[in-house]
């Protein structure tokens, strides 16, 4: 039994003069509330309560602790009270780490909204390519992109993030466009350092796979540079979907090997733990799962 519940105990029984009437609040046999208060003398090292048949009344040491943890026990419950129904309540701050471009052009709009529909949330978004410690950093959760590593963490994925294969008009008419996985190796290709596996791309279509070793004189380390450097005319990226969308759509790039599908990503949302974990964290992940509906 908790030591903080042994004093809880000895209080009842203070306030109540009574084993049985203080068993029955703590969901307690009198014999094993009687035992429990006999293990509390023993660590004090002195006789709490004089017992009789019809009553029990403090001693002098029962009343110097009484003295002492009364006030104690309050404060403590005030403070696990109010844990308790900041957890529970849809307020407070929440701390979230995600990869900087993809929070630069996809969190933003979401954690608005989430903000206005819950207005005493506060939110601190910190965009970075490194892959934080939550625990150690004292983050509620992180936004994560591609295959997780194993760890302790709580991950829960939010949607699907497609690839596409994008080349600029101009650099296509230099160099011809591909018409399969293959035709890469011959191309000057954009290399992403964020990707896993930044050389080789993965490709499939239907039931058939491709994989191909790329090269090219440009490497860089985000999604939304080598949709710029696409853009540039600097060769083949293969990028994020999200990330090229508005490039393919104004016709500064061109979408390539359509029927020959990029190996896509998975976005997650990753915290520290199930248990205890704050309302708060619970109703941005579900807003995120809700805002993506399955595809980024």
Known sequence: MDRIDDLRLFLAVAELESFTRAAERHSLTPGAASKQIAALEERMQARLLERTTRSVRLTDAGRALLERVKPWLSEYEAIEHGL????????GSLRVAAPVDFGSARLIEPI?????????????????????????????????????????????RL????????????????????????????????????????????????????????????SLNGASAAVSAACAGSGIACTPSWAARAAIADGRVLALMEDWVPEGRELWAVFPSNRYLAHRVRLLVDHLAGWFKGSV
């Open 84 to 91: 308790v129904a900041d957890n529970a309540a849809a307020a």
């Open 112 to 156: 608005t909204a989430f903000m206005e529909q819950w207005p005493s949330v506060e939110v601190r978004l910190d965009l970075s390519d490194r892959m934080v410690d939550l625990v150690d950093e004292g983050y509620d959760l992180a936004v994560r992109l591609g295959h997780l590593p194993d760890s302790s963490l709580i991950a829960k």
């Open 159 to 218: 949607a699907e993030a497609p690839m596409t294969t994008i080349a600029s008009a101009a650099y296509l008419e230099r160099h011809g466009a591909p018409a399969r996985p293959a035709d890469l190796a011959g191309h000057a290709c954009i290399i992403d350092r964020n990707r896993p596996a930044p050389l080789l791309w993965r490709f499939e279509k239907g039931g058939e796979k491709a994989e191909v070793k790329v090269s090219g004189r440009l």
